[in-house]
């Protein structure tokens, strides 16, 4: 678990440094609320954009994404990150953030974490990293908000557009 911890703050610093100079408007049009609610089945999503840091507080800590997903009472549900595709590496080889590979989706994808709930997918396509999360209920920290097959059909759209 420890290990786990470092390198999700290793990709956080790797996210905080390259996120916005990759997705830099490159990718903002990838996916769309239409898209999702069909790989989903919700319906009265909405797209938002990534919560910055004013004076040090984010407004929503968990819209930190370069395309951020929320329901209609605005309640986070799939945050979507592009880094570079170094990144990739760190998170392959740390066996805490992995569970199980995907087949069919870009160069190579596996689902996160190790343990349960699964709430990411992780693949890279070319020089791309894309990391697709839901996030875990607040009303039962044992489940995630979306199924991770669901998390998987997001992610096979998005992999298809790159």
Not at 67 to 96: C, E, H, R
Not at 131 to 153: G, H, M, N, Y
Request: positive net charge; glycine residues 8%.
């Amino acid at each position: 678990m420890k290990k786990w911890m470092t390198v999700a703050l290793c990709l956080s610093l790797v996210v905080s440094i390259f996120g916005a100079v990759t997705a830099s408007g490159k990718y903002e049009n990838i996916i769309s609320t239409s898209d999702v609610e069909k790989a989903t089945g919700l319906a009265g999503l909405k797209q938002v954009p990534r919560q910055k840091a004013v004076d040090g507080v984010t407004g929503n800590k968990y819209l930190t994404g370069d395309i951020n997903f929320v329901q209609a009472n605005d309640q986070p549900i799939m945050v979507v990150q592009f880094l570079p595709s170094f990144a990739f590496d760190q998170f392959k080889g740390d066996s805490g953030f992995i569970k199980a590979q995907v087949q069919g989706i870009g160069d190579e994808a596996y689902t996160g974490p190790s343990f349960d709930p699964q709430t990411s997918v992780n693949f890279v396509k070319g020089g791309t990293y894309v990391t697709v999360s839901t996030l875990i209920d607040p009303r039962d920290k044992k489940k995630a908000v979306l199924p991770i097959e669901q998390v998987i059909a997001v992610a096979k759209v998005i992999a298809a557009r790159i």
